[in-house]
């Protein structure tokens, strides 16, 4: 390919092929609709590389700085957007292109030792990197809103569900922290990522590294990398950052699904236990009545979007021979769709959380003595008699209760004590909501002690 016909745009290469690309092979060839949000990147790169290419002797000064401004005009004129017309097949193209119309024939020396392939991963990589890095601060503030839910929420008891049905009374702040603790461990997997993506490619070329003396380690800090790669082969097809942050991305979209499907159940009148803000609510076309709980419901439905991300990647990955294949050029859209679903709805879920009231009143009402059945149990196990026991005379009780329809707190102690001897007078005393929650002391348990400690050690986690 001439000079000339570089500068109205077209491929990197050609040289070899005597005819053109055939006109069904053009569109699927082109990828500028998706990297081309990568052009920051790879001018950033395409900087620090004519600057190491200078340090290597390869370049000039005169050079470098012709190259260097030639740069920074690209970056002005692409800050201004893309135009959907442009000719070029991807964005290292377009800016190798506008900066031949630039810089001039000196455009063509940049890419000396560099090969799209580690340019590629390179740009991928410092995207990554700050993305993750939004994500990671995004994640922060959802966490912060529910911890302070927590802390509002320590005296309030509400009952607590397994199989969705009442199982325990709990704290609500017991209730708000088993949905903290999942995100801080997301925010670990996405901290996590993000050393992963902070391994330099630049300078492996296309797979057998770089024949001019290339200072990678200049080139590291130049970047902001944390180190750089061991093996130029590995390197320009590595993807396992990009895995580790989908993986990331999916098990936080399905934290945040759970999360969403109880918020649905609390705030529906039959449970109305939460009242979700106005702002993250609509309401109906049809009935006026209507409090639709969509931020919740949007938090759920992305779940499957993020987790169907992370398989198409791990299907693309695993039979690819060694080196760089084409077949990668499909991993950025994942990526890409990932981290900007979740910066989405973090913000929305954030904003939902620090909104939402809770409903002392229905939570009382909803509080069912069944509940308190183990409490029974467990009064039978202080008094020695085997849990296993307890446990089928308690459900005895719970029998007795529905068959009569009476209350467990109401039935005659002479009824409990045919049913066996150990119970006494004070069993009246297990009918406390707060006894019962008390009771459970022991670390991660719903005693106000207990949830104290968990707060300060969320608090702890949450600034480490």
């Known amino acids: 390919m001439t000079s000339s016909e570089r500068e109205e745009g077209g491929a990197l290469w ?9 006109g069904a092979m053009v569109p699927l060839n082109l990828s500028l609709d998706v990297d081309g ?10 900087r620090a590389w004519a600057r190491a290419l200078g340090r290597a002797q390869v370049l000039t000064d005169a050079e470098v700085t012709q190259l260097l401004e030639g740069l920074d005009r690209v970056e002005l004129r692409l800050a201004e957007g893309i135009s959907p017309s442009v000719p070029d097949e991807d964005i290292h193209s377009l800016v190798e292109r506008l900066l031949g119309q630039e810089a001039g024939p000196v455009a063509g020396k940049l ?12 740009d991928m990589r410092l995207w990554g990197m700050g993305t993750l890095d939004r994500l990671d601060a995004e994640l922060t503030g959802t966490v912060e809103a529910l911890l302070h839910l927590a802390e509002s929420s320590v005296e309030l008891i ?3 569900y397994t199989h969705l049905q009442q199982g325990q009374p709990v704290r609500a702040g017991h209730w708000v922290l088993s949905h903290l603790w999942p995100l801080l461990r997301d925010r670990e997997r996405v901290r996590a990522a993000r050393r992963a993506a902070a391994v330099l490619p630049l300078g492996c070329g296309a797979l057998a590294g770089c024949p001019f003396p290339v200072d990678r380690e200049f080139l590291r800090d130049e970047l902001g990398f944390d180190r750089i790669s ?8 590595d993807r396992d950052w990009m895995a580790d942050a989908l993986y990331a991305g999916a098990m936080l979209g399905g934290h945040l699904s759970r999360l969403g499907e109880d918020l649905v159940l609390f705030a529906s009148r039959e449970f109305g236990l939460l009242r979700l803000p106005d702002g993250f609510s609509t309401g109906s076309s049809l009935m006026p009545q209507k409090r639709n709980p969509d931020v919740a419901e949007l938090m759920r439905g992305k779940s499957g979007r993020l987790t169907g991300n992370l398989m ?3 299907v693309i990955l695993k039979g690819l021979p060694t080196g760089y294949n084409r077949d990668l050029q499909e991993d950025k859209a994942l990526l890409f769709d990932t981290m900007d679903q979740l910066l989405l709805v973090l913000p929305a879920v954030t904003g939902a959380l620090a909104g939402s009231r809770w409903n002392a009143d229905r939570a009382e009402e909803l509080l069912s003595e069944e509940l308190l059945a183990t409490d029974l149990a467990d009064y039978l196990v202080r008094r020695g008699v085997p849990f296993r026991e307890s446990h089928e005379v308690i459900g005895r009780l719970v029998a007795l209760s529905e068959s009569e329809g009476v209350p467990l707190s109401q039935i005659p102690l002479e009824r409990y004590q045919e049913i066996h001897p150990s119970f006494e007078a004070d069993v009246v005393q297990v009918f406390e909501w707060e006894s019962s929650v008390e009771a459970r002391k022991a670390p991660g348990g719903t005693a106000r002690e207990a949830l104290r400690a968990q707060l300060e050690e969320a608090r702890r986690r949450l600034m480490g």
């Open 14 to 22: 050609g040289g070899r092929f005597e005819e053109g690309m055939a």
């Open 37 to 46: 949000r990568l052009w920051r990147q790879d001018i950033e790169g395409s």
């Open 111 to 122: 890419h000396t030792g560099r090969s799209r392939n580690d340019q590629v991963a390179t």
């Open 158 to 160: 509400i009952p607590g």
């Open 230 to 237: 061991e093996n130029s082969m590995d390197t320009v097809s």
């Open 312 to 314: 198409s990647l791990l």
